[in-house]
């Protein structure tokens, strides 16, 4: 009896955090139901552009020194979605890279909004874009790519004059298995999240119990692709640093601390970085994690050193919106549709979170609304007061001024 009661003590003494941890990211799904979301907007003013032109923009970065925005917007995510496990029949529409000039106030939407023509890029029928990272020195965009064959870095070398963008090379890994984000080290390494050990497309339940225990399946890579630059036929040289639970945004503040979002943790966690051993891959040491009321999606830091957050309030949400997606963007579909759906389609909505953390003031919302959906990517030029929120499955971005 004694012995039993010792067993069931020591079984509740290592079950209650895991419960409680679990319990409290449950309640995000009760809390921050669109009808009950509590709504926020800090911003001066905020508009909704080029709705009618682009959607499904995962990610934006800001290249400050030229006051634009390069977007990765992907329609063909209501179809192939190789994160959330939406594999439709074709056609699949692809991918494609934009350039947003925020510094023009007084440009018309046709003159602010240009998409780069790809050149000698044999993949441009099946890309589909999530994390993106821009090394301005060399011109050089580095873009997570979900092809149906195997995921793929492709990078580009752009022309923001001509508004091109040349494919340079396919970055292709075992370990790069499954990538959502991407941050560049230098011109020849970078860091890149894997969301999932396994993948939904072929272990689904598996998949779904890592997601929702909060197992430590995601990974960081560090990936230098010097052997690839001086062989093309030579495999770039990849290293896992760190595992953690679904794994998905990642910056870095300063040469020796990262930021990494967990989305199934609802936390962001500050690794150190060794660099000592120059002939290694670095060495991610966990160092300390905060808490955000809502699923995080891509970071990104601003100028000012404000380490910008988005992500989904409620994510049953979020995956009802996107598989309806298929439906209510498509006139066709849409006509085909019954009533239910069509209301469905008029209707439903899933909220967007977007926030700011520094280390004096801790965590601040910025936005939360229903206004404009799926927030995965909130971006901000701080010396110009102007930001950008960009959905996984929303039309047009998101534009605030300060």
């Not at 890279?97 to 790809?118: G, I």
């Not at 498509?330 to 389609?345: G, I, W």
Request: net charge negative.
């Amino acid at each position: 009896m004694a012995l039993g009661t010792v067993i069931l003590a020591v079984a509740l003494a290592v079950l209650a955090p895991f419960t409680y941890d679990r319990a409290q990211v449950a309640s995000l799904f009760w809390k921050n139901a669109p009808h009950r979301l509590a709504k926020v907007n800090t911003f001066t003013s905020h508009e909704i552009r080029f709705s009618d032109r682009i959607r499904s923009c995962e990610d934006a970065l800001l290249v400050e020194s030229e006051g634009i925005a390069i977007l990765g917007c992907d329609p063909g995510r209501e179809r192939w979605n190789t994160v959330m496990g939406i594999f439709l029949p074709e056609p699949v529409e692809s991918g494609g890279l934009y350039v947003f000039d925020y510094k023009n106030t007084s440009a018309s939407d046709d003159e602010a909004l240009k998409q780069l023509k790809f050149v000698d890029f044999k993949f441009q029928s099946d890309f589909h874009t999530l994390g993106m990272a821009y090394d301005e020195s060399t011109s050089t965009l580095f873009v997570a790519s979900h092809r149906h064959d195997f995921p793929a870095i492709e990078m580009f070398k752009l022309d923001l004059r001509a508004y091109t963008a040349a494919h340079l090379r396919s970055i292709q890994h075992p370990l790069i298995h499954a990538p959502n984000s991407i941050v560049l080290r230098n011109d020849h390494e970078f860091y890149v999240t894997n969301d999932h050990y396994f993948l939904i497309r072929d272990n689904p339940v598996l998949n779904l119990l890592e997601t929702n225990l909060g197992l430590p399946g995601g990974s960081i890579v560090h990936v230098d692709i010097s052997p690839a630059l001086k062989n093309p036929a030579a495999l770039v040289q990849a290293d896992v640093v760190a595992r953690l639970p679904f794994a998905n945004g990642i910056e870095l503040l300063n040469d020796t601390t990262a930021a990494v979002s967990s989305s199934s943790k609802s936390r962001v966690y500050f690794y150190s970085i060794d660099n000592a051993e120059l002939s290694e891959a670095p060495k991610f040491t966990r160092v300390s994690d905060f808490k955000v009321p809502f699923s995080p999606d891509n970071l990104s830091v601003s100028k000012d050193g404000a380490l910008l957050i988005a992500g989904h309030p409620h994510v049953p949400s979020l995956g009802k919106f996107a598989k309806t997606r298929h439906i209510c963007n498509s006139a066709d579909e849409l006509a085909r549709a019954d009533a239910a759906m069509r209301e469905t389609c008029s209707m439903l909505t899933a909220p967007s979170w977007a926030a700011k953390w520094t280390e004096d003031g801790g965590l601040e919302t910025l936005y939360a609304d229903v206004e404009y959906p799926t927030s995965a990517t909130a971006a901000r030029d701080s010396d110009r007061k102007v930001g950008i929120i960009a959905g996984l499955y929303a039309r047009g971005i998101l534009v605030w001024r300060e």
